[in-house]
């Protein structure tokens, strides 16, 4: 590590979309930069397209499949052997399962559920120590609006116990939104347990991004719909303007020591009523530390 690379960012998913122009901007500010990534040679791209614009850049890639614990403690294994100090995670990797049949991550839970939250629960935890260790740290949780039954449109959040596996029902939209609750109670239980720690736990909504969408869609009509209709709507927001939220959660210094906050468009902003409920958020953190097998 060079002397100007002293403070250290790891993010999930940061090979594409708001993940990626975030890393970008990380790097430009002379952080060292790890890309948690599933996908190594698109790591590689990725490094490759921030070193073209910025040739000083410090960005490396660890491998990290959220979907398996195996491969989450290994990451963190990995990075724990560096001795690096970390002051900025940034748990953005994440998406929905299309279709009307739920599929399961490596360690049977239903892979919206399993990715979004669980993987970046049992990864967090196990960076915790290096993280107090390099207090003033911040740990930023992407959620969405999506969780907010005031906001959301469509099929809402339900999350049940029981169902969390699709045992009663499977719909992309409702386990993604349930994902992102839990990713909001998650954010805000953190903040509770870190407290006195000098490290801060916030929730980000990056708001909808049409060109991250697009740039996931296999049709051109679909593309196009994205990239030039949805991407013109007054409510759009674009790669920079996401990205510029999660530089703040992570950097500004009006966010310095605020914790427990849901941010969007860089401000604090209300989350859903369910999401303030310390005791839901306690269950779901009890029952992950069972299901990560945490202990
Ligand atoms: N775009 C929006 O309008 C919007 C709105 C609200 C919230 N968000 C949230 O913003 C975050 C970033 O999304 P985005 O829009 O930038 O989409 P994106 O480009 O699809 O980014 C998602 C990233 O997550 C990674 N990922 C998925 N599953 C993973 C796994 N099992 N292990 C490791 N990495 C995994 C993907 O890696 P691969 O390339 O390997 O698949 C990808 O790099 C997500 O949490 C999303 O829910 C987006």
Known sequence: MSLNQERVAMITG?????????ATKLAAKGYLVLLASRNQQASSQA?????????????????????????????????????????VLINNAGGSVP??????????????FGTNHLGHFLLTNLLLDVLKGSAPARV?????????????????????YDNLKGEKYYHPQVFYRNSKLANVWFAYELQRRLSGSGVTS?????????????????????????SQVMARMPFARSLEQASTSYMVAATDPAFEGVGG????????KASSKDSYDEVKARRLWERSVEWCGLG
């Open 140 to 160: 930023i949780t992407v959620s969405s609006e999506l969780h907010n039954p005031d906001y959301a449109k469509g099929p809402l959040a339900d999350f049940d």
């Open 99 to 112: 279709g009307k049949q739920a599929s399961f991550t490596m360690d049977g839970f239903e892979m919206t």
């Open 202 to 226: 916030n929730a980000v909504c990056p708001g909808f991004v049409p060109a991250a969408i697009a740039a996931r869609r296999n049709s051109p009509l679909e593309q196009f719909f994205y």
């Open 14 to 22: 940061g090979n594409s979309g708001i993940g990626f122009a975030t």
């Open 261 to 268: 906050k849901f941010i969007v468009d860089g401000k604090e």
């Open 47 to 87: 490094i490759a397209r921030i070193h073209d614009l910025y040739p000083q850049a410090v960005v490396e890639s660890i491998p990290l499949d959220l979907s398996s614990f195996v491969s989450v403690r290994a990451c963190a294994a990995a990075f724990n052997a560096r001795g690096l100090p970390l002051h």
